[in-house]
């Protein structure tokens, strides 16, 4: 069967893809030599899926522009309103069948537009709607079927929302911040200026796209030996772009190297002094992310830990110290939002 299926035997009773084969072989020598390199086939496999180097190059430098302040940002919005506006996003998206990558990226126009405006509260719950209106779009223009199904479903959807909002708005207004009345007139000419603010790019990264590009990475180069909790790691990104408004410091592409880092971890795939983190931040990490709090213990040898540290440098595209300092900033992060 292997042999008319061109799969190649890789152990008793075990058959791969050639390429997968390659990778195998690749990371199995790799785990002995001084340096990791990276074959031609993971590299193509990479261009493939649309995380190669060159992508994740230009999308730090992407998102390091989009999250530079301008001169006409105003003071960060109060926590507590920031929290408020992104879960009544989840609820306009629940309402509109719309799924966790949806949210993160309506959050991240959310605090985007916010670092470019001179922004207040009282406009929250227009951006609210508004974001949520620019994902769906977004999402309608890449598929055919979404854009079918989004506009026999559009009034009902503008509707549900824009009742939110003005619920929204009047609990904020009980808070004493005044929101103007809420038309779709209004709503019309505020998506049109959140677009203008991020000179229409409106297809930003996000903490969730950059932790699925560092496991598509990280799982081709290992050839799926490893299990990372990708469920967990998923929930501790949500919480953390819940809690923490992005900026330079807490980028997106930070805070996915962190949380990404950490689940290694969790998974006892590095060991902790490559984490270089305390032992009680990392059971607190644990704990708030469903698992039994036990600190995890590697069982690789110096050599393999070695190797695996080179060859996350090539799935990050940072060295050991950057992913540190991220996981640093992650742990630092849950312990302000605690």
């Known amino acids: 069967l292997a042999s008319r299926t061109n799969l190649v035997v890789v152990a008793p009773g075990v058959v791969v893809h050639p390429a ?16 990791v390199s990276i074959s031609e086939e993971v590299l193509d496999f990479w261009d493939r899926h649309g995380v190669s180097m060159e992508y994740v190059v230009t999308c730090k430098a992407h998102e390091q522009r989009g999250l530079t302040p301008t001169a006409q940002a105003g003071p960060p919005l109060p926590a507590w309103v ?3 506006a992104l879960r009544c996003m989840q609820v306009m998206m629940q309402t509109s069948g719309m ?29 609210c709607i508004c974001a949520v209106r620019l994902v769906i779009k977004l999402n309608s223009a890449r598929h055919a079927e979404l854009h079918k199904r989004r506009r026999q479903a559009e009034h009902m959807q503008d509707t549900d929302h824009l009742s939110l909002a003005r ?12 929101i103007p009345e809420i038309t779709e007139e209004i709503l019309d000419s505020h998506e049109r200026v959140m677009c203008q603010a991020l000179k229409w790019r409106t297809n930003v990264m996000t903490a969730e796209r950059w932790l699925s590009t560092f496991l598509v990475r990280f799982n081709s180069l290992t050839n799926n ?61 644990f704990m708030q992310s469903g698992l039994n709090g036990r600190t995890p213990e590697s069982t690789f040898t110096d050599v393999e830990s070695s190797s695996m540290s080179r060859i996350l440098e090539h799935v990050t595209c940072c060295d050991l110290q950057v992913l540190r300092q991220a996981a640093q900033c992650v742990m630092q992060a849950q312990r302000a939002a605690a």
């Open 99 to 127: 799924s966790m990558p949806d949210w993160f990226q309506a959050a991240s126009l959310f605090d985007m537009f916010f670092l470019r405006v001179t922004g207040d509260a009282s406009m929250i719950p227009m951006t």
């Open 82 to 84: 920031r929290i408020y």
């Open 225 to 285: 030996r490893y299990h990372v909790n990708v469920e967990a790691a998923m929930h501790m990104a949500q919480s953390l772009v819940m809690r923490q408004s992005a900026s330079l410091r807490y980028s997106h592409y930070s805070l996915a190297l962190g949380v990404f880092f950490i689940s290694l971890g969790m998974a006892r795939i590095i060991p902790m002094d490559v984490l270089h983190l305390p032992t009680t931040s990392m059971d607190g990490a």
């Open 167 to 178: 619920r929204v708005a009047q609990d904020m207004a009980m808070s004493g911040i005044e």
């Open 20 to 35: 997968q084969a390659i990778v195998q072989l690749h990371l199995a020598k790799a785990m002995d030599e001084d340096t």
